[in-house]
């Protein structure tokens, strides 16, 4: 099927990377995928499947051994190492399980940080939204440690937000939370694809964070073996289980 080249964020296409040294470990082969704009993609798997391979791949933290990433129309394999930081600090948003914050900034610092780093302006209205949004405002000047998981992980949501990415790539986004925060957390993730056309795309293991996706990939020995849209938290459950009992066909629905 042909798809406008605007409508892709980001375009995987047959990705490998091998780790070398004397017993060279194939994490992901030949993986073609191409994630939409204003859309939430989960990436499931077993451990050890390719997911944060993937997911770091196509976030320009890793280069891949074969095949090409690009966001928008920039190929990352053209980048110098200095272009690709700039690339990841301007376009890119990252959320991850143990929130990598900075302990010393406070959480409005925290939130600032890539701006600042890149040089721009924040835009105040923007952030004031975000702010809001993430409902950290009577917290601006506490540092991480005096909040809780569920809030430490809501700055690094505002952080991800505020320059307005082109992609937030999550890995376990909800990993380190009890399942309440992590469904606050992953409201805010669906409200920035909804309500501002975020393209968001999230590495998980737990099949109810996969079904706030559009659409939920599954690896398995770095393969994309399943390409499922919303297919709702029991069937996400159900089709891992099965990869365990069955060898491994690629299969798509539509
Ligand atoms: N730096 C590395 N050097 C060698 N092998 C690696 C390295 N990083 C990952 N691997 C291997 O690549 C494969 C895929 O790893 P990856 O971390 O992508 O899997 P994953 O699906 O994210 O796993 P998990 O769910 O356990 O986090 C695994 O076999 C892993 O051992």
């Known amino acids: 099927m042909s798809v406008p080249s605007a409508a892709v964020a980001v375009d995987v ?61 920039t190929d990352l394999s053209s980048l110098t190492e200095r272009k690709l930081t700039e690339l990841r600090r301007d376009r890119i948003g990252f959320v991850f399980q143990a929130f990598n914050l900075v302990g010393a900034l406070t959480v409005e610092q925290n939130i600032l940080l890539p701006a600042r780093l890149s040089g721009r302006r924040p835009d105040r209205a923007w952030l004031a939204e975000v702010i809001d949004r993430v409902g950290l405002g009577p ?26 990415p082109e992609v937030i790539f999550c890995d376990e986004p909800t990993g380190a939370l009890d399942t309440h925060t992590a469904a606050e957390v992953l409201a805010l993730l669906r409200s920035a ?62």
Do not use: N, W
Request: aromatic content about 2%; glycine content about 12%.
């Open 139 to 164: 917290r601006l000047r506490h540092r991480p440690a005096e909040l809780s998981g569920g809030q430490q992980q809501r700055v690094a949501m505002a952080r991800a937000l505020v320059t307005r």
């Open 13 to 73: 296409e047959r990705v490998g990377k091998t780790y070398g040294g004397d017993q060279p470990v194939v994490a992901l082969a030949d993986v073609d995928v191409r994630f939409f704009r204003g859309t939430a993609t989960a990436v499931m798997g077993p451990s050890g499947s390719g997911k944060s391979t993937l997911l770091h791949c196509a976030a320009g933290l890793d280069r891949p051994t074969s095949g090409r990433v690009r966001i928008g129309a």
């Open 193 to 254: 694809v909804d309500d501002t056309g975020q393209t968001v795309v999230m590495v998980t293991h737990d099949p109810v964070a996969a079904s706030y996706a559009d659409r939920v990939l599954v690896l398995a020995d770095g393969r994309l073996v399943r390409d499922m849209p919303q297919p709702g938290a029991e069937r996400i459950a159900e089709q891992l289980a099965h990869l365990g009992r069955r060898p491994h066909l690629a299969h798509r629905e539509g």
